[in-house]
DNA sequence: ATGAAAGCGCTAACAA
DNA sequence: TTGTTAGCGCTTTCAT
């Protein structure tokens, strides 16, 4: 069944079982003559340190986990793959847990691993802020696409990206811009929704909102439509990327041409914004950086106070493609 | 730090810790009585069990282990999500590894997980089959998109799959395919290789090979122009979706128009292959339900001898879209 | 039906 | 520098 245990490697090596221990916790505690043996022999017997014996006792797991609002947005990919990089340096295990876009499924799974990891990064979190507190009272905690006072978090400057947006439309004549708003309990929704406000405030153009929407790509029909029914605006700007994707399908089969006729821009640059035809303008940013800083920002949340928890914002870069283009 | 322990619930619920344990462990052997009075206190205390603990003793972690080639490639979202809800349902924990297309990455991460999960899942794993054979002996293994003699598998029927890409090709007038590889470590690779050249046969027509190429939307490219080159062929099946895509790309560069001077085809269906343009035709199948499978099998893996591990080959369906068409 | 007590594999005092 | 020993939180015999 299970392996070696360091009883083994203690008696084959003729030493103390707290000798194995520091062999391997604290390799500068030991004679390099015996831990050399120990070593040789822990490796000949095929010996491996269990880590739950060693998170009983220690109280550390080397294990962070990922909450994603829900892992089929592509979006989430490159954030990821970078907190998987940035856990590997520190040997630190990544559990990645789906919320399903449900606030009950994300509260369940963070509860039920609560004992078991040593801090979490909840990306794009569907929960209301007193529960994000009450997590984070129990475990460090580094908000992702969010944030709350009293929490870390790591964002992409949305308030900077939505000025690029913005400065980038009315550069192209727009005065009229349309916002097909994200779900009512994203923070990200809300947050795009001022910046973009105070964005066309001073660059002196109109901004509506419509929705909330899903932002999934089956909701850009009913999207394309609203904003087609509302009328008036000539650039749309949608809460992301899959939704971006499903508005420029239904305005295609509505006949209605894309940029000539109206402008569409999306968030996130997944990669299918690169993909579809014409190719979507949206606001990228380093999302694996996203994912390497949330990381990095946890493996050290234990040695700051609540005050002072730091706020990332990485800049994001405003991809031009086909979707915008000058109005007529 | 840590919460409550099964010693704070059983002194508050004046009862012994081993009478707490049963309660949660195996409610059917404590009174009803005392059963409901302990999970009230322990609610109360807001007890939760440690994972660790439990693990230590009974050795079952609760825990398993999806291993993918390359997290960033989208075909795997599906995948991961379908294992994420039945590893759930279970209360299970989903243990995400990305081997980042390095076998040796794969290995490690492997031997370091080996203590603390209860099996894992490879998924197109780039290691060689003795490897795999080794991993298999220390702990349950259930391979998904490669099979192996002594190992359980799940796999989409590529066999059937290709019969109905070649089908699908003859019916349109195709004589000459040709076949961009994947890499050479990917058993997949060689499997559809094998169906195709079958199915080719089968269908009075003739399939050639070149490659292998990584399959990435940046390979897509030197594919295409690799494929021009060898001539002839009328129809090309690429390795994947992402190879496709870019042998798509390439090709519109070149000015070869999809689908009047040649048809492309993929594998995976993945979602940025409705969005291009045109539209790939590719090899679906439902990934979510592979991914529940592979979790299912490998929490039944115990109870099964090595030479009879299930294969379990999941029907695939061909998405046609615009890629395809009529020679001329 | 419940309690007492012995570990699971490891680390961390404390001694030597 | 190395050994001894007492747990970490839980499950599981073995008694009662």
Known sequence: MSGPTIYDVAAAAEVATSTVSRAFSQPGRVSAATRDRVLAVAAELGYRPNPHARALLSGKHHTVAMVVSDITNPHYFELIRGAEMRARVSEYTLLLVNAEESPRVEWEQIQRLAP???????????????????????????????????IASVVLDHVEGCRQIVSHLASLGHRDLLYLAGPRNSWMAGTRWAALQTAAEQAGVSVRRIGPFTPKVNQGGAAADAALNAGGATALVAHNDLLAIGVLQRLATRGVRVPDDVSVVGFDDIFAADVCTPGLTTLGGAHVDVGRAAVELLLTAGSRAPEDQPRVALPTELVLRGSTGATT
Chains 1, 2 share one sequence.
């Open 116 to 150: 078991a990891v040593d801090g979490f990064m909840l990306s794009a979190s569907r929960l209301p802020d007193e529960n994000l507190l009450q997590i984070a009272a129990q475990r460090p905690v580094v908000l992702v696409s969010r944030e709350l006072p009293g």
